[in-house]
């Protein structure tokens, strides 16, 4: 199952970003013009284009972007690590009480990568893994500094655990770091809409960026996590196999062209000082226990969200159904 989802998930970055239409399908982007130089797959839209710039394209400037700062909890785990559902039930429960504000991500990957506590056998036939997170696990493990020393490993938008340099830490101190995340000065603005029509599985994800920290200039990067809601799959819970165990807020990969994004630069920058960067996705399956194809978008979310290069702090995040 891993290579069927693997195979999707690369065909579906390339059409994200690779232009495979005649030339007498290929449309400028006018309204308005994006910031991050890529090629929309028009044939995603079921109508014509010209509809869709005029009637699908958001004007962010008939919005306004959140003036307080959401928190993304990346959580290491995997599904024969028996200590792990304790803290994705201290993560869920953050998320309960900030619905609109706390999201998760459930990476399974070790710091090593692969361990036997991703390790797909008869017990536990689904494969969590992606290239994404194992790349992301052994990258923070590979980080002496990071904290990320084994599962389950939580952290609150990647901000270090106070009077230390640990941006990953045991959930028994998430609620008190999220807290005080949730009220930390927001430095980067972020709007975020997404467009999707089941006809063609396409997405098209549209996001308008305003660095409110000028300092942040030059240092900033836009990642887009895919991510499954919920599958009842078998867990290892303290020591016991449970078969149907709901698995939350599954990390599926990157659709961004690499692991650490699209990097903001000062010619990407708009007059209005602000950013704007436009993809399109064909949306893959979901994971199934089963292993056969099954495509549910409604089961699915993308995670939008701008960090710091250096620090990989996160500064902000929305969290996108497709709809």
Known sequence: MKKQFYKLFTVSALISSIAFLSSCDKVEKIYPKSTYDTELNIALYPGTWQDYLDNEWPDFSATTASTE?????????????????AAATVAHDLHSQFPQRVFISSVHSSPTGIT???AVNAQYPVDFTNPQALELGQYFGGLPTSGFFGNPSVSSNRVPYPGGTEIFFPAGVLGNMVNNTLSSTLKVALQTKVNYYNQTKGAFIHTEVELLDNSLANNV??????????????QNVN???TPNYIHRDIHLGHITNSLWGVTLTDAMKKENGKYYLDFSYEVPNVLTLSGAPDHQASNMHLLIYIYDKTTFEIYQVNREKFQ
């Open 69 to 85: 700062r959401n928190v993304l909890i990346d959580d290491f785990t995997g599904h024969n690590c028996q200590y792990c559902p």
């Open 239 to 241: 020591g016991t196999y």
């Open 116 to 118: 036997g506590f991703q």
């Open 221 to 234: 990067a836009m990642t887009i996590i895919l991510q499954q809601d919920s599958l009842v799959a078998p």
